[in-house]
C-alpha cells in the first residue's frame, strides 16, 4: 500500500447554514461542470450556451422579491439586484434544479422546432406549398399603391415606365412595410443592402445578414427570450436555441443548388425560408418581420412575380 495516495482528498462541500448568496460568476462555475452545461454546449455552441446561461442568471434576478430571496415562478422584479439571495442551501438546490430543467426543455424544443423545418424543407422539396400559396394570396391592393402616370409635358421627354422587376421590388417593400407605424427607412435600406437579382441564395451561409438587418429593423426588441416559467410552456425554444436551428437552415440552403431563374420552386424555398424563420423564433422580437424580408429577398432573387401569403398562411406556415 502508498505511503501517499496519487490524489489529493477534498472535503465535501457543505453548503453553509443560514442564506446564502449567489453572483452572476459564482453562478457560471457552479453550472459549468454540470451535465447539462456540456448537453446544451454541444447542441448550439460554447460561446452561445455561455450567453444562454448569462441570459437565464439575469431573467432569474426578476424573482427576486421583496423579502431579499429568490422565489420560484414569480416575476416580483424587486429592486435592481445583482446577486441572487437564497434563504437556506434547500433553496440553493431548488433553483438548480429548475435552472437545469429549463434548459433541458429548451433542447427538447430545439429538436421539436429542428423536425418541423424539416418537415416543411420535405414539404418545398415535394412541392406542396405552392398550392397554399395560390390558395392563400394576400391582395396586392391590400398593402400596396402603384404610382399614379406621370402626364407628359410638351418639349419633356416621356418618364418611361418603371420596369417590372423595379415594381416588383417596390411591391416587396410595401409588403414588409405594411402595418409598420412610424419612419420605415431601416427597412428599404436592409432590402436595398440585400438584395440580389443573380439567383443566388441572398442571405449568406449563416445568420448573421439576416440578424444584422433584424437589429436595424426592430431596434428596441429585448435582449433575450426565455428562462422563467411561461418560456416552458410555448412551442418555441429560447433566442438562443431558436438561432441555432434557424442557422442550420441557412447554412443548408446556402450551400444547397437554387432553381433556375423564373421557376416557381423560388416560391417552394421562399415559403420554407419563411416558414422556418416563424418557427424557430430566432429572434426577441419581429420574427414576421424578418421572414418577410428573406421572403422578398428570395423572390427578387429567383426574378419571379412578386406574390406574397396572406396572414393566415404566414401563420400557418410558422406552426403558430
Known amino acids: ?24 460568476t459564482q453562478f457560471i462555475n457552479t453550472v459549468r461542470p454540470r451535465p447539462i452545461y456540456r448537453q446544451y454546449s454541444q447542441a448550439v455552441g ?15 434576478l426578476r424573482a427576486m422579491g421583496a423579502d ?48 418541423y423545418a424539416n418537415g416543411l424543407k420535405g414539404k418545398a422539396g415535394s412541392k406542396l406549398l405552392l398550392p397554399q400559396l395560390r390558395a392563400e394570396t394576400q391582395s396586392e391592393d391590400s398593402y400596396y399603391q402603384a404610382p399614379p402616370p406621370v402626364a407628359p409635358k410638351s418639349g419633356v421627354p416621356a418618364v418611361p415606365p418603371r420596369s417590372e422587376r423595379s415594381l416588383d421590388q417596390a411591391r416587396g417593400l410595401a409588403w414588409l412595410t405594411n402595418g409598420v407605424q412610424g419612419d420605415a427607412s431601416a427597412y428599404s435600406q436592409v432590402l436595398l ?96 418581420r424578418a421572414a418577410r424580408l428573406a421572403y422578398v429577398l428570395m423572390l427578387l432573387s429567383g426574378g419571379v412575380p412578386m406574390i406574397v401569403p396572406n396572414n393566415r398562411l404566414g401563420a400557418t406556415l410558422g406552426d403558430m
Open 68 to 115: 431579499g430571496f429568490w422565489h420560484f415562478g414569480t416575476n416580483a422584479n424587486f429592486g435592481n439586484p445583482s446577486a441572487l439571495r437564497f434563504a437556506d442551501a434547500a433553496g440553493l438546490n431548488f433553483f438548480m434544479t429548475a435552472i437545469e430543467g429549463m434548459f433541458e426543455m429548451d433542447l427538447k424544443l430545439i429538436e421539436r422546432r429542428a423536425a
Open 46 to 60: 460554447l460561446l452561445p450556451a455561455g450567453v444562454a446561461f448569462d441570459n437565464a442568471f439575469t431573467e432569474s
Open 193 to 288: 443592402g440585400l438584395v440580389k437579382r443573380d439567383g443566388s441564395f441572398p442571405l449568406g451561409g449563416n445568420l448573421a445578414p439576416l440578424q444584422a438587418a433584424w437589429q436595424r429593423m426592430v431596434p428596441l426588441a429585448p435582449a433575450y427570450r426565455g428562462w422563467n416559467n411561461a418560456a416552458g410552456m410555448q412551442k418555441y425554444p429560447s433566442n438562443v436555441g431558436g438561432a441555432k436551428v434557424l442557422g442550420d437552415v441557412l447554412s443548408d440552403l446556402s450551400t444547397s443548388p437554387m432553381p433556375t431563374q423564373g421557376s416557381d420552386d423560388w416560391y417552394e424555398l421562399a415559403l420554407y425560408l419563411m416558414g422556418a424563420i416563424i418557427t424557430t423564433q430566432a429572434f426577441t422580437d419581429g420574427n414576421k
Open 1 to 24: 500500500m502508498a505511503l501517499f495516495d496519487s490524489k489529493p482528498k477534498v472535503a465535501p462541500y457543505v453548503a453553509p447554514a443560514g442564506p446564502i448568496t449567489m453572483d452572476r
